[in-house]
């Protein structure tokens, strides 16, 4: 239990938490650029001219090239060494923040934020080997817990960030400070990651799958790419046409990733790591909740802004006692889960539902009239529900897997996740949010709701650490 993984070294003192200290950065710089922009989207469409289209893009192009990059990303990272990879990425991403806080135009900035997406992709493809490498297993629990605490509470801090930033207007930057902040940040992950980050050249080197690369790419570039095209023209026959090319071009790459591991290669994904039960079930759980966590972020910050016309600060205060309450979930979550188990999980989740269904009904009622004082308690125990479901949700699907499928597992991860960041906002936008209204909000939270709360019956399947202490 207490060999690394080949090609690493370690120290002993604060070096390995330094150096975790600076992926967690990365992991916070990464992360809360998925949602800042949804505050910041009605000043720089005012300031850039941005169609519709382009709006969407600014918010899912990054996602988008994210998630098509992650395989390819994990696999360079494996075969040139996580060291390396995290380093350059870091590097790549704060460069591209700042092409995007200077940019000049949509088309521009569009451009930026694909780049900026596989930079991020670069960083976050080797953060959970990384963290695996660094710690013996009893720590992996601790490194895990801190590891999605961080995620989380970027994402959800995004928002709040976001709208202080575009009202303070420090120095006259406006929305271009959400893109520039992550300049001292990433210059801080670096330094970290340069001094005390120590993993030496993995001891053989693989050849990158070309095949699954351009398999993959391909097929969730065209997938992503329609249900976007869908988003804004309707339904028509085209787009439809695509997502099946899109679907049949992934079972191929399934397909062809199998044969490769039979004849002894190196794929791409490994599938085999699907077997393992907690690890296939927290695969769909971890897609769902991300899918469903950004469209609620994206929904909430468009209606309160475009329809309920709250300002960024406003928007940033409405949303704030939400952070709080994932923090306080985040932080009880791992004591929580060792006494009762993942009925902590399915009970969060299901809160977390039950409470936008109420907030979605209530919108309704009201018409749009929000009290905010009123609303201060169901926004922080639905965050506390996010807490306490997202924190211990990767450790628990990662739980029964050895060290070195662990490793495997730290590129899949989080590509699992991006996916189910892209799809899930696609998808459930053009069924339900096609149209920015009152109503179109409403129904979209309501379709939020009740996918969180199916999510707590296939929570309990998961492997559960209460029961394996009694």
Not at 46 to 55: H, I, T
Not at 148 to 163: C, E, Q, R
Not at 192 to 212: A, H, I, Q, V
Not at 412 to 417: K, R, S, V, Y
């Amino acid at each position: 239990m207490g060999t690394r993984l080949p090609g690493v070294r370690t120290e002993d003192g604060f070096g390995p938490w330094l150096a975790f200290t600076g992926c967690l950065i990365a992991v916070f710089m990464q992360m809360i650029d998925v949602t800042i922009v949804n505050t910041a989207l009605p000043n720089l469409t005012a300031d850039l001219a941005a169609s519709p289209s382009q709006q969407l893009l600014v918010v899912s192009g990054y996602s988008l090239a994210f998630a098509c990059t992650l395989l390819t990303a994990a696999r360079i990272g494996a075969i040139l060494g996580r060291r390396v990879v995290f380093l350059v990425s870091v590097v790549a991403f704060t460069a591209v923040s700042v092409w995007c806080g200077i940019s000049t135009s949509a088309t521009e900035l569009v451009i930026a934020r694909i780049f900026q997406g596989a930079a991020g992709a670069g960083m976050a493809a080797q953060t959970i080997a990384i963290l695996i490498a660094s710690f013996p297993p009893s720590r992996h629990q601790l490194v895990f817990a801190l590891y999605g605490a961080t995620a989380g509470f970027a994402g959800m801090l995004g928002p709040i960030v976001g709208g202080a930033l575009v009202t303070a207007d420090i120095a006259g930057l406006g929305w271009h400070s959400v893109f520039l902040m992550n300049l001292p940040i990433g210059i801080l992950a670096f330094a970290l990651g340069f001094r005390y980050l120590r993993l030496g050249k993995p001891p053989e080197r693989d050849r990158l799958d070309l095949g699954g690369v351009a398999l993959s790419t391909v097929s969730l570039f065209a997938l992503l790419a329609a249900l976007a095209d869908i988003q804004q023209n309707g339904w028509r026959p085209g787009p439809f046409g695509v997502i099946a090319g899109a679907l049949a071009l992934g079972a191929v790459f399934i397909g062809y990733e199998r044969r490769l591991t039979r004849r002894g290669g190196s794929p791409l994904v490994r599938l085999d790591l699907f077997a393992n039960r907690g690890f296939a079930i927290g695969a769909a759980l971890v897609a769902s909740f991300f899918g469903l966590f950004t469209a609620f972020v994206f929904t909430v910050s468009i209606t309160l802004q475009d329809e309920l016309h709250f300002t960024p600060l406003r928007t940033g205060v409405a949303m704030t006692p939400f952070a709080l309450g994932a923090g306080a979930g985040a932080l009880a979550s791992p004591f929580l889960v060792k006494r009762w188990g993942v009925k902590v999980l399915a009970l969060g989740i299901a809160l977390y539902g039950g409470l936008v269904a109420v907030g979605a009904v209530y919108l309704k009622l009201t018409n749009g009239q929000v009290n905010l004082a009123l609303a201060l308690g169901p926004v922080f125990l639905a965050g506390l529900g996010v807490g306490l479901f997202g924190v211990q949700l990767q450790p628990l699907m990662l739980a029964g897997l050895r060290e070195r499928q662990m490793a495997e597992a730290s590129g899949q991860l989080p590509t699992i996740e991006q996916i189910g960041n892209a799809v899930g906002l696609a998808l459930l936008s053009v069924m339900f949010f096609r149209a920015h209204t009152l109503g179109g909000s409403v129904v979209m939270l309501l379709a939020i709701a009740i996918g969180a709360i199916a999510m707590a019956l296939p929570t309990l399947a998961l492997p559960d650490p209460a029961k394996k202490l009694t």
